[in-house]
């Protein structure tokens, strides 16, 4: 059973609901490493945040490899 649409919204409410759905630019930040990075996110490159290592970038980067050398073998 479908939904039963009671009030319809009229192009003008249509208009001023949509004109809220833009879509933002990411805000970029220069690491300290001096990659742009997306504020808030761990640095692609380097793997830090605020100061800090937190992601063990060169341990992912041979699990990919890793992956992918499997993903090739199996075809
Ligand atoms: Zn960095």
Known sequence: ???VVRMRHNRSQTGQH???LALKAHSLVK???GNMRVSHR???ECGRYNG???VD????AQARA????KKAEQK
């Open 1 to 3: 059973m479908g939904m």
């Open 42 to 44: 761990a640095c692609p």
């Open 31 to 33: 690491c300290e490493c």
């Open 57 to 60: 970038v060169a341990a992912k």
């Open 52 to 54: 800090k290592v937190a």
């Open 18 to 20: 949509r004109a809220h």
């Open 66 to 69: 890793e992956r992918k050398a």
